[in-house]
């Protein structure tokens, strides 16, 4: 599915609150594209909303809470988890009260809930992050969490108790079908010993039997009703993951590999894929619209002042002009330069010196277009005061600045930089002779 999907009609169902104990009632609503998932708080003044973002995320103990200001929603993980393994990408998560419903323990009632209300695909395209790259976390605690690329959304997760207990191993492709049958039913579980440390905290005053499974000390467990999977507690931390995962507002092309996965683990990953993202993000060129008119001079105009032919010919386009010493030129860089095939193949990037070479170029165009030096070529002389800060790549559109601070006779001296999307990723003072032809 590559478009973007919500609710055919609204639904709701109504509970006890894990953590709380709160009888809460939970209404999934449509929402419009581009929405992700926002919890609306119908219980407080002028109903405030909050976006399920992991930004948002100031609690992971025994379960994800999300803030913003005073809006506070616990437990967030199973509604989200259900919503995300069945396709769902935009709805409204209405509550009257700041936790949702814990159900059996299991995303189960979610999953029949939305299969009640339907999902209807949108016009807006879906949102994937494709892994490209393998991303890596580990804890304090002994969590393990990687993803890496993968043409699909896979899980391999492994559960490990206290002292090896009930350590399971389970491995999923997680589509809509897969996620209702495999890991929506298996319900959330926890250690007879924790059970008093966790009232202690004010947390699980909601729990109860038949909303979880209790392992005591000797390993056997204590629920209403046998266990729904042989490895139902590797099946739960899926289902956990795949809702924390949710967190990230996109889907994932990638197969995570966990071991030991819990609440604050999961978020480190979702926070890692996201910074990872935004930095991918801000690779991407800031539009901007080329000028046109007397003051702009397109590649054929470039050629007729310069002797440059491809491949040494480095400006596309002189986009401006300060009066008679300010340029700005562009260059777009494309993966077809012929430079990257050795520079460097499996990660290329531009020359600087070819940068340096652009600064020259450009610089010579402000001083050729003056009467006086009609007919004459530039050459490059020296270069001072070079840096390079950042990465060329290709996709990059390169923004050549350029001042000329000194002419004296055939001689020129520019302070030149060299941009992308707004920074600066290299800079040189270089000096041109003027000859004749």
């Known amino acids: ?91 409204v ?30 016009e807006a395209a879906r949102s994937v992050f494709e892994v490209r790259e393998p991303l890596h976390v580990e804890t304090k605690g002994g969590s393990l969490l990687t993803i890496v690329p993968d043409d699909k959304f896979r899980l391999s997760v ?31 579980f926890t250690y007879l010993r924790d059970i008093q440390p966790l009232l202690d905290k004010g947390l699980i005053k909601g729990g109860a039997l038949d909303n979880a499974i209790v392992i005591q000390d000797d390993g056997s467990t204590i629920s209403t009703g046998a266990l729904r999977f042989k490895e139902e507690f590797v099946r739960h931390k899926m289902l956990d993951l795949v809702g924390d995962l949710a967190l990230f507002g996109r889907r994932i092309r990638g197969h995570v590999i966990a071991v030991k996965p819990g609440h604050g683990p999961n978020a480190e990953l979702t926070r890692a894929l996201a910074k990872r993202y935004a930095l991918m993000q801000s690779l991407i060129p800031a539009p901007f619209q080329i000028p046109t008119g007397e003051a702009v001079l397109d590649i054929n105009e470039i050629m007729r002042l310069l002797p440059h032919r491809h491949p040494f010919l480095l400006l596309d386009r002189v986009i401006s002009f300060e009066g008679e010493m300010k340029l700005t030129a562009l260059k777009n860089v494309t993966v077809n330069e012929p430079f990257f095939p050795g520079h460097f ?40 005061e070079v840096k390079f800060r950042k990465p060329v790549l290709p996709g990059d559109t390169l923004l050549i600045h350029v001042e000329v601070v000194k002419a004296r006779r055939s001689l020129a001296k520019a302070k030149c930089h060299c941009t992308v999307a707004g920074a600066i990723v290299s800079e040189a003072e270089v000096t041109i002779s003027l000859m004749d032809r």
């Open 345 to 384: 193949p499996n990660y290329p990037v531009m020359p600087g010196v070819l940068q340096v070479e652009a600064m020259a170029q450009a610089a010579s165009i402000l001083m050729l277009r003056q009467g006086e030096n009609a007919g004459k070529m530039g050459f490059f002389m020296s270069a001072d």
């Open 158 to 188: 492994t559960q490990v108790g206290p002292d090896g207990m009930h350590t399971q191993y389970l491995s999923l492709e997680v589509t809509p079908e897969t996620y209702a049958k495999e890991i929506a039913p298996a319900r959330t």
């Open 1 to 91: 599915m590559s478009q973007q999907q919500t609710l055919a009609k609204p639904g709701s169902l109504a509970g006890t609150s894990l953590h709380t104990g709160e009888k809460v009632k939970l209404t999934l609503r449509p929402a419009p594209a581009g929405t992700g998932f926002v919890f609306k708080r119908v219980d407080m003044r002028d109903e405030p909303t909050i976006a399920a973002r992991i930004e948002h995320v100031k609690q992971v103990e025994r379960a994800t809470t999300i803030a913003e200001g005073s809006v506070k929603v616990h437990t967030v993980e199973h509604v989200l988890s259900a919503l995300c393994g069945l396709g769902v990408d935009n709805a």
């Open 93 to 122: 998560i209405e509550m009257d009260a700041n936790e949702p419903p814990i159900g059996d323990g299991s995303a189960l009632p979610y999953v029949e809930l939305i299969q009640q209300c339907g999902v209807v695909p949108q």
